[in-house]
């Protein structure tokens, strides 16, 4: 399972003369769930684009596992990361093409070269790992519906069997059930022992998954912290125009009252917590 690092890591993009990125430094722990926060255009995709090496730091070394590249990275050392890392962007429903969802799903493990039969197992694996039944293989993935054709999707990265799984906002226009489920889903992945990236503007699943939360802001990395100090720093949340989760923020006034609570809950927990002490029971 490999580290992430970057060190000193700047970018900035062909057409445009600010960077993108500057002096990030940053460890990725192996087996982490990171979540990536920040406001629109403080650099959370094109940081997780260089740890895919998808694009090349403009000056700055990324060292995934073994492999490190710097501004002299040649296309294939960059291939070489992608060889640890799953990228799924956002709405990558959108990417489906295939006439199949066995083809779409086959595509990535196909151009890594695997035989036939390994590919057949890793498509059936996925399929499996992402909940939907194997008899979905050979329906047109343009028949199933919104939530099904994003696990598909995601189906297609999971069968490349990255060690690293970078998730771009991946419950946005989800209803409240296939949100539900992704997100479980995504912690079943990380069970399993893989590194969970995930951009997120929802406090609430930071709170829920992460046990790391990077802040960016313009460019810059402002933190690497737990989520429990994050939300414990006022001043730090709105500068970076963060909200706490609501169980958070109410967990924050009670805590302020005199009432023990814990820094990091969610509302089942803080309910689970509270209803005895409502109920005149001692906990
Ligand atoms: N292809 C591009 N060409 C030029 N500039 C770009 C390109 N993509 C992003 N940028 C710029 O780089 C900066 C960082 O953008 P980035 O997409 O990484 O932010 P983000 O935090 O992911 O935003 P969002 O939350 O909206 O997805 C922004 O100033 C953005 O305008």
Sequence with gaps: MPE???????FAYSNSKQRALTEVNLTIPAGSYTALVGHT????????????????????????????????????????????????????????????????????????????????????EALNAVGLPADLAERSPFMLSGGQMRRVAIAGVLAMQPEVLILDEPTAGLDAKSTEQLLNLIA???????????????????????????????GQLVTATTPAQLFADSQ???????????AVQIAHQLRKRGVDLPAVL??????????????GGTD
């Design 41 to 124: 255009g403080s650099g959370k995709s094109t940081l997780v684009s260089l740890i895919d090496g998808l694009l090349k730091p403009t000056a700055g070394q990324i060292t995934v596992g073994k492999q490190t590249v710097d501004a002299s990275a040649r296309r294939q050392d960059l291939a070489k990361l992608r060889q640890h890392v799953g990228f799924v962007f956002q709405f990558p429903e959108q990417q489906l093409f295939a006439e199949t969802v066995a083809k779409d799903i086959a595509f990535g493990p196909e151009n890594l070269g695997w035989g036939q039969e390994r590919v057949a197992t890793a498509v059936q």
């Design 266 to 279: 969610t509302l089942d927990q803080l309910a689970k917590t509270l209803a005895p002490r409502l109920k």
């Design 236 to 246: 730090l949340m709105a500068a970076n125009q963060l909200n706490r989760p609501a």
């Design 188 to 218: 079943t992945f990380h069970q399993e022992g893989r590194t969970i990236i995930l951009i997120t503007h929802q406090m609430e699943q930071v709170a829920r998954y992460a046990d790391q939360v990077v802040v960016m802001n313009h």
């Design 4 to 10: 992430i690092k970057l060190n000193n890591v700047a």
